[in-house]
């Protein structure tokens, strides 16, 4: 007890209090008085007295300092000390303080923001019970690694197989939904009744689905998400057995989900509704349109469960040949699904923020070292007066503390301002298929990173200058004429930080110009389409008006002319699926004539009208286009892509051949009438698949794109367009209204690949920045450092322009190493980068060479200021400041 | 134990507070004094020594200190203990006697003839 109130009052101490301090000194002073007294009563001299009194005393300021010592805790009070002094200094330089902390901030700011977003996405374990015991399964195909699964596969999976608890599927949708202000179209999802017990998330509001409310003759149920509850609802407490019209069935609200659910793969969904009514497509087992989820049983490993399961496909395979050739089952932890494509590119964005970091902390660390250098003298004279070598290094480690402490501070405010303007960067497309990303916060994985990054820094800023400390030549650094030796050696060291900056510079500016190139590149990829002046959207006609596929056709054709004659109009068309959306919704083919062993001829398959190639400008190769009177009535045709010709007829002419369905069922049979070229219908990055193109009069759906060529502006034409629809009929939904080149520019494929190069870009210039002014640092302080030697050589006669050969040679030194360094460190990383780079290779010597160019340009005019300044030394003057 | 310094601190502290007990309140010059006197003037005490422990026990709350007038009329701060003190003194002197005490028995010269 006493010990710890000793302690404490030691610890108030610390603050320096002029009273005690005084106090004490009063005190001293009357015992030397009473001391003095008793002396001269004693019969001494006055002198004798106060002598006498002081030696008994042991010394007046020995007494005070060890009282002051007892008074409080030492260390801590050096430690403060240290610390007060730490700041003079910082405040002493402030160019050099400001410095400092911008580039540590720039580096912790950058790194933190993007470890939060790979905190958000990649360590944070999913919002569903013990996530990873939850597995993806999809069927395999020839062409898919990934493909849907069909439901009668799914319900033989579901009731064969031992190695999972449970097995749900899933399957996006969209409704019409009736609201007070019409007809809005909304996306959904259906699922097998157990999705969210595998999940293990609970409804925080009403209840789950019902074990058979999957059923056909369940009674239409949804439970609503979170924000749908809030937005459309108005989060009303009484929401429960509510019903809303879907599509124009009454469907009772069950649940509601809690706030913090999600699910990625369907993150836009605003209903979730049960299978309870098969489409036409799942009464099909050659149909593929699900996913599915799955928990593994305890004990059940994912390669036991991926065994099993593709023994049970096997086994379907050889029930149902037709169907079933070649579809295997494929398994993969579900955070694979949700996280896979965005981890390379997250990965590469924290290695570009710590690469930046790194130059940073490497500029600072060269800074000190320039400092320590011209503080040798201070610190000699600091030895000279007593001052311990721990104690000298004590003050090294504390400088560097608080220049690291206050960085980390900036950084970290700077962090989560970049983290938010990044987020608010993310585009709500791309948002709703990565909800976590939006659980970014600064947290204590984030916390903890910026420690361990700032406890680095600091470790490298106190050691940098204390392996300069002049401890063993302390003489020397208090000499005047010291300056050359101290010189040579931080320009070594000093020299080799640069290059280690100006490799790290190059390493990611070879990366954001390889990323850059695969930017354009996939955006300026043969489309084989005309993108600009195209209007597009998609457009949802109600089953309930519509029953019968004639009907469809029929208001289809309305909805055509009425927007045709919309002012700008030149054409207009429906498709199935936009181009560019990717590859999929394909048909399995069989050429008539050709031989065939059950094979899966896999190709796109789109229902187009008869305008669509004229209103995208897309070339028919051979042949011709169907026309609106090839209908229900007529022989089914089909236009077929370049790919298609090329794949199945080889050195034949395809048109007038016949092909159909692998079961050459008489109404699957079409004759080939046209061959048109590749019109991009997969992602940008993917590979161009043989595609067919057939009469929407003959295959039509109630759900489709509608694009419109106008010869003005097209953005300004979608609400017309939209507006043109509703004068046909309110009661058709519309969606997602947007240009065909916003599309393009917004698709995953581009937006990937233009925020990887925009934020590596983003590093790389800061990167060259501080590199560059890395080199100027290292060569200014080299030229002032080299002011004599300089004024020598030009009193000697030597001519401005071998000052100037003096100065850049020795920065063209540098640059070259630097380059060539990391250009070696690009080519070793390079395989890092490849699966984000697209028709581009990671040595490409048009990257490799403009970036050495603009290095080289900004290194030799980095060095030419500095040169500059050297060659117009007074010799005079330089000799005479000495 | 601790080395020499650490037990030389300790009884000083223990004088210290011995001399409070007898004396009452006393200055630092006073109590220093009187450590001497009472030694018999074997102990020479180095004056400034004392200071540190004084300020040591009254950071641990077992004296007080307050400013006063001297016997000579001058200025002096006044030590006197406290009710911790003096239970800190009666523990210490017991901790005291019992370590004497031992040492004592070991001192003692041998009872054994051969």
Known sequence: ?882 | MGDKTDVWQGTLALMVLKTLESMGSLHGYGIARRIEQTSGELLSLNYGTLYPALLRLEQEGAIASEWGQSENNRRAKFYSLTRSGRRLLEKETRSWEQTTAIVARFLAPSEDPS
């Open chain 1, 1 to 882: 007890m006493n010990l710890i109130r000793a302690w404490f009052r030691r610890l108030r101490g610390i603050v320096p209090n002029q009273q005690r301090e005084s106090d004490f000194s009063a005190e001293l002073e009357s015992h030397l008085q009473l001391h003095i007294d008793d002396n001269l009563r004693a019969g001494m001299s006055p002198d004798e007295a106060r002598r006498d009194a002081l030696r008994k005393l042991g010394g007046m300021e020995r007494t005070k300092q060890a009282h002051r010592e007892r008074r409080t805790l030492p260390l801590l009070e050096t430690i403060v000390q240290d610390i007060h002094y730490a700041l003079r200094q910082l405040r002493r330089s402030p160019g050099f303080t400001i410095t400092a902390i911008l580039m540590l901030s720039l580096g912790i700011g950058a790194s933190v923001a993007i470890f939060a977003f790979v905190d958000a996405a990649l360590i944070k374990p999913l919002p569903y019970a013990n996530p990873t015991r939850l597995v993806d399964v999809a069927e395999h195909g020839v062409a898919f690694p990934r493909s849907n699964l069909s439901y009668e596969d799914f319900r033989d999976w579901q009731r064969l197989n031992k190695v999972f608890t449970s097995l749900d599927a899933y399957t996006g949708t969209g409704y019409l939904l009736a609201t007070p202000s019409g007809i809005e179209p909304v996306p959904a999802v259906r699922i097998t009744d157990g999705f969210f017990r595998t999940l293990g998330v609970r409804p925080i509001l009403g209840r789950d689905f019902y074990s058979g409310e999957d059923q056909p003759n369940a009674p239409a149920t949804t439970i609503l998400p979170y924000s749908t509850w809030q937005h459309r609802f108005g989060g009303r407490g009484d929401i429960i057995g509510q019903t809303v019209s879907l599509d124009g069935n009454p469907t009772t609200i069950v649940g509601v989900l809690p706030a913090d659910f999600e699910f990625a793969p369907r993150g836009n969904a605003e209903f979730w509704t049960t299978m309870h009514q098969l489409t036409n497509c799942e009464k099909r087992r050659s149909c593929h349109n699900l996913f599915a989820i799955a928990r593994l049983k305890d004990g059940v490993t994912l390669e036991k469960a991926q065994t099993e399961m593709a023994a049970i496909a096997k086994q379907l395979e050889i029930q149902y040949p037709g169907s079933n050739r070649d579809q295997g089952a494929t398994l993969a932890p579900l955070s694979e699904l949700i996280v896979g494509t965005i981890r390379p590119i997250l990965f590469i964005l924290l290695a570009g923020a710590i690469l930046l970091l790194v130059i940073a902390c490497v500029n600072v660390a060269s800074l000190l070292l320039v400092r320590s250098e011209s503080r040798r003298r201070e610190f000699a004279v600091r030895g000279a007066l007593g001052a311990s070598p721990a104690r000298l290094v004590r003050q090294f480690i504390t400088e560097g503390l608080v220049l690291v402490s206050m960085g980390a501070a900036t950084g970290l405010a700077a962090g989560y301002l970049v983290m938010h303007l990044l987020l608010g960067l993310v585009s709500k497309d791309m948002l709703s298929s990565m909800p976590y990303i939006s659980r970014l916060t600064l947290n204590s994985h984030v916390l903890l990173f910026a420690a361990i990054v700032s406890l680095i820094a600091a470790a490298i800023f106190s050691l940098t200058p204390v392996l300069r400390l002049p401890v063993s030549s302390m003489r020397e650094a208090l000499n005047e004429g010291d300056r050359g030796s101290a010189g040579t050696l931080w320009r070594r060291l000093g020299s080799n930080l640069v290059i280690v900056e100006l490799a790290i510079a190059v390493v990611l500016l070879v990366g954001a110009g390889l990323l850059g190139k695969s930017l354009y590149r996939l955006l300026h990829v043969d489309l084989a389409f005309e993108p600009s002046h195209l209007a597009t959207l998609y457009v949802s006609i109600p089953r309930k008006s519509y029953p019968k596929d004639e009907e469809v056709v029929v208001i289809t054709r309305k909805i055509l002319a009425r927007v045709s004659t919309l002012p700008g109009v030149t054409s207009a068309a429906a498709t199935s699926v936009l181009p560019t959306t990717g590859n999929g919704n394909t048909d399995w083919i069989r050429v008539v004539g050709h031989p065939f062993h059950g094979e899966h001829n896999e190709v796109n398959e789109r229902d187009v009208s008869v305008d669509y190639f004229k209103t995208i400008q897309a070339h028919l190769l051979r042949g011709r286009i169907f026309t609106e009177q090839e209908d229900h009535s007529r022989p089914r045709v089909a236009v077929i892509n370049k790919a298609f010709a090329d794949k199945y007829f080889p050195g034949e002419d395809p048109i007038g051949k016949k092909y159909g369905g692998g079961d050459l069922k008489p109404d699957s049979i079409k004759e080939v009438i046209g061959i048109v070229d590749n019109v991009r219908e997969s992602s940008l990055d993917a590979e161009i698949w043989p595609a067919e193109y057939k009469p929407y009069n003959q295959d039509s759906d109630t759900f489709y794109a509608l694009v419109v060529k106008t010869s003005g502006d097209e953005k300004s034409l979608l609400p017309a367009l939209v507006n043109g629809i509703h004068q046909v009929d309110p009661g058709i939904g519309t969606m997602d209204p947007q240009t065909m080149q916003q599309r393009i520019d917004g698709s995953p494929a581009a937006y990937l690949h233009r925020s990887a190069a925009w934020l590596v870009g983003g590093f790389a210039a800061l990167a060259l920045l501080l590199g560059v002014i890395g080199l100027y640092g290292v060569i200014a302080y080299s030229v002032s450092q080299r002011t004599r030697e300089i004024g020598v050589r030009m009193a000697l006669g030597a001519a401005r322009a071998s000052v100037y050969q003096l100065v850049l040679k020795e920065a063209g030194r540098l640059t070259i190493v630097g380059i060539v360094a990391g250009i070696l460190c690009s080519i070793a990383s390079a395989a890092f980068l490849r699966s984000l780079l697209f028709g581009t290779r990671s040595w490409d010597l048009q990257t490799f060479a403009a970036v050495v160019l603009l290095l080289g340009m900004a290194a030799m005019l980095a060095s030419f200021i500095p040169a500059r300044r050297a060659a117009s030394i007074n010799p005079v003057e330089a000799l005479r400041s000495e």
